[in-house]
Antibody
Framework: QVTLRESGPALVKPTQTLTLTCTLS??????????VSWVRQPPGKALEWLAL???????FYSTSLRTRLTISKDTSKNQVVLTLTNMDPVDTATYFC??????????????????WGQGTTVTVSS | DIQMTQSPSSLSASVGDRVTIACRAS??????LNWYQQKPGKAPKLLIY???SLQSGVPSRFSGSGSGTDFTLTISSLQPEDFATYFC?????????FGQGTKLEIK
């Protein structure tokens, strides 16, 4: 059974760095085609894609948050870590990690997030 | 970045209705389009990938179509459990941006 679980602080202060961990079970990020993405959702708003890391350790980021985001993986622990620096109240959101599968398409890979964690809510406030 | 625009933003319908939600990309994305369903307080659920492929376990009343810049999600006969918010997402190029969502409500 494939599962993902997010963990991290529920409350951070402005200017601090947020570190979130996604613990994977039932699949490995060393397998070709396996990726993990992070997505966030401010209260009452739309989904925002943040970052993806793939089996080959390639990393991709949101354009608007690129300078603040870092995604990394520890395959020995089956974990993916997302850091977001210089937190601001507008970063208050539920943060999700999801398994993202890359399948060969006519132009590059098709991606799709087929299994999601339950999400972790992060509030930014002093 | 490729921008995704959904219409309508909200929709009221009745059980048994046929419903269509549209998604438009700011440039051609071939068939690199996913649809997700999200219920309040829950994580999104993948319904359709590659524009028209039904994810395993998803009821056949859901279907997707389109290519290039214009896509649709159709629910052939609405069931009570289908009232939710629906998001499209492009996976043609990074970043994999979502549409703003369509909230499907009970009439």
């Amino acid at each position: 059974q494939v599962t993902l679980r997010e963990s991290g602080p529920a409350l951070v202060k402005p200017t601090q760095t947020l570190t979130l961990t996604c613990t994977l079970s039932g699949f490995s990020l060393t397998t070709t085609g396996m990726c993990v993405s992070w997505v966030r959702q401010p209260p009452g708003k739309a989904l925002e894609w943040l970052a993806l890391i793939d089996w080959d350790d390639d990393k991709f980021y949101s354009t608007s948050l690129r300078t603040r985001l870092t995604i990394s993986k520890d395959t020995s622990k089956n974990q993916v870590v997302l850091t977001l620096t210089n937190m601001d109240p507008v970063d208050t959101a539920t943060y999700f990690c999801a398994r993202d599968i890359a399948a060969t398409g006519p132009v590059g890979y098709y991606y799709g997030m087929d299994v999601w964690g339950q999400g972790t809510t992060v509030t930014v406030s002093s | 970045d490729i921008q995704m625009t959904q219409s309508p933003s909200s929709l009221s319908a009745s059980v048994g209705d046929r419903v269509t939600i549209a998604c438009r990309a700011s440039q051609s994305i071939s068939s690199y389009l996913n649809w997700y369903q999200q219920k309040p307080g829950k994580a999104p659920k993948l319904l359709i990938y590659a524009a028209s492929s039904l994810q395993s376990g998803v009821p056949s009343r859901f279907s997707g179509s389109g290519s290039g810049t214009d896509f649709t999600l159709t629910i052939s006969s609405l069931q009570p459990e289908d009232f939710a918010t629906y998001f499209c997402q492009q996976s043609y190029s990074f970043p994999h941006i979502f549409g703003q969502g369509t909230k499907l409500e009970i009439k």
